[in-house]
T-cell receptor, first 113, second 113 residues
Framework: DTAVSQTPKYLVTQMGNDKSIKCEQN?????MYWYKQDSKKFLKIMFS???????INETVPNRFSPKSPDKAHLNLHINSLELGDSAVYFC????????????FGQGTRLTVV | AQSVTQLGSHVSVSEGALVLLRCNYS??????LFWYVQYPNQGLQLLLK??????LVKGINGFEAEFKKSETSFHLTKPSAHMSDAAEYFC???????????FGAGTRLTVKP
């Protein structure tokens, strides 16, 4: 069983479209994250949730909206996609969001054309 | 805000040589520190973590890291590089704010035959 699973793995879409990326973890963790990895491999935290509550909301355009229906799921919806949104998006989870490590999904490579 | 700095975006070693990847942290509280590895087109995997127990931490695949508070460092080492160690390595810090794990810019390790 995959611990943190993201779908889809690849997403190619046109500018202006709206798309969603889904994430599920079966580890029973309380904390979930979304990270964006750019072409230079830099990993930037976007959001973190703890038990469905938004904790961290970095300086991310409000076109990005996370939704956590329950503590095992954290989805990312992106409106009006732009070329600069092209990146790999990683979902991760951790048990307590501080002293325990994060477990990462395989990533979603988003390409906006 | 807490952060990590990885010195050297690219490190190249010969097979069998010592691997040294540098990480310095900044944190207003005692940090929790992590090293992750990322192979091409995959998510991040934990190599090792420091959570205030032993200052010398041993991880998977023969890697280890030493926490040095006086130098605010957490460098990753491996006595003898293998070809399979070629990957991107990330240092990360947490502890200052709940549910907030910050990553360094990454170091690409190349292993020459």
């Amino acid at each position: 069983d995959t611990a943190v699973s993201q779908t889809p793995k690849y997403l190619v879409t046109q500018m202006g479209n709206d798309k969603s990326i889904k994430c599920e973890q079966n580890l029973g963790h309380d904390t979930m994250y979304w990270y964006k990895q750019d072409s230079k491999k830099f990993l930037k935290i976007m959001f973190s949730y703890n038990n469905k509550e938004l904790i961290i909301n970095e300086t991310v355009p409000n076109r990005f909206s996370p939704k956590s229906p329950d503590k095992a799921h954290l989805n990312l919806h992106i409106n009006s996609l732009e070329l600069g949104d092209s990146a790999v998006y990683f979902c991760a989870s951790s048990q307590d969001g501080m002293r325990t490590e994060a477990f990462f999904g395989q990533g979603t490579r988003l390409t906006v054309v | 805000a807490q952060s990590v700095t990885q010195l050297g975006s690219h490190v190249s070693v010969s097979e069998g040589a010592l691997v040294l990847l540098r990480c310095n942290y900044s944190s207003s509280v005692p940090p929790y520190l992590f090293w992750y590895v990322q192979y091409p087109n995959q998510g991040l995997q934990l190599l090792l973590k420091y959570t205030s127990a032993a200052t010398l931490v041993k991880g998977i695949n023969g890697f280890e890291a030493e926490f040095k508070k006086s130098e605010t460092s957490f460098h990753l080492t491996k006595p003898s590089a293998h070809m399979s160690d070629a990957a991107e390595y990330f240092c990360a810090v947490s502890g200052e704010v709940n549910n907030d794990m910050r990553f360094g810019a990454g170091t690409r390790l190349t292993v020459k035959p």
